[in-house]
């Protein structure tokens, strides 16, 4: 059995680490200490097509498969979680969600905004009705 990346995985994966190592590492430690989103790296990201891998061509994705996406994934997560959780969204759904959140990630747009804010939302109200009974 070769447990061996195919040359296009392995490109990829030298692609993610490249890009981490250049564009991520030098700031992450600053951006996250001041609670700072990185849309400018969430762009290029988007324009380089990490996010597109899992989804079809046809719904404008790179249709790399998952794990390209997995080592993309990997690769951004050695240096920086929160960048990686902004990438890890929307390669499921019916035809008109994948086309959305295809053309989302292009853009580099966060492709689980909407949900984390509104599961924010709900923490936040929880937390604030605990801390008030326990007093």
Avoid at 93 to 104: D, F, I, L, P, V
Wanted: aromatic share 6%; with cysteine.
């Amino acid at each position: 059995m070769n447990l061996e990346f195919n040359e296009e995985v392995t490109a990829i994966q030298k692609m993610a680490r490249k890009f981490a190592q250049n564009e991520i590492l030098p700031r992450v430690a600053e951006d996250e200490e001041n609670h700072r989103f990185q849309k400018d790296i969430i762009n290029k990201m988007g324009e380089i097509g990490f996010f597109g891998c899992p989804i079809p061509e046809e719904y404008g994705g790179s249709n790399l498969g998952f794990l390209a996406h997995t080592v993309v994934t990997e690769e951004i997560s050695k240096i920086s979680g929160s960048i990686r959780a902004a990438g890890t969204c929307g390669s499921a759904g019916n035809c008109s969600r994948k086309t959305m959140y295809s053309r989302r990630a292009r853009r580099g747009w966060p492709l689980c905004s909407k949900v984390r804010a509104r599961s924010n939302r709900a923490r936040a109200a929880r937390a604030a009705e605990l801390s008030a009974s326990s007093r």
